[in-house]
C-alpha cells in the first residue's frame, strides 16, 4: 500500500464520457488488492456493482452498461481497506 496516502489506487479516469455501452476505468495500482466498483443511478441507487483485483501499476475495467437508461451516474470505486474514489458518468444513446 502507498505509505504516504495509505491508497490501493491513484489517477482513476473514466472513457469514453459521455459513453453508449462500455465505459473503461482506468488507474495506477499502488499495491495489489482487491476492490468493488459501485454504479449509482440519480435516485441513488445501486444499478452495477463489479469486484476486481488491482495489479501493480496500470489497471484497466472495463463497465458494461447495455440495458441502462440514459443519464447521469456516480462510480464509487472503493479499494479493499483505503477511501473511496468517486468519478461521474453520462449515459448518452
Known amino acids: 500500500m502507498d505509505v504516504l496516502h495509505g491508497q490501493l ?15 473503461t476505468i482506468r488507474f495506477e495500482g499502488k499495491a495489489e488488492g482487491a476492490l468493488l466498483i459501485e454504479l449509482f443511478d440519480g435516485t441513488g441507487r445501486v444499478r452495477q456493482q463489479l469486484r476486481a483485483n488491482v495489479n501493480l501499476g496500470w489497471n484497466s475495467l472495463e463497465l458494461p452498461l447495455a440495458g441502462l437508461a440514459e443519464g447521469h451516474y456516480l462510480v464509487r470505486i472503493q479499494p479493499e481497506g483505503g477511501a473511496p474514489e468517486h468519478l461521474r458518468l453520462a449515459i448518452a444513446r
Open 9 to 23: 489506487i491513484a489517477e482513476p479516469v473514466i472513457s469514453p464520457n459521455p459513453t453508449q455501452d462500455l465505459a
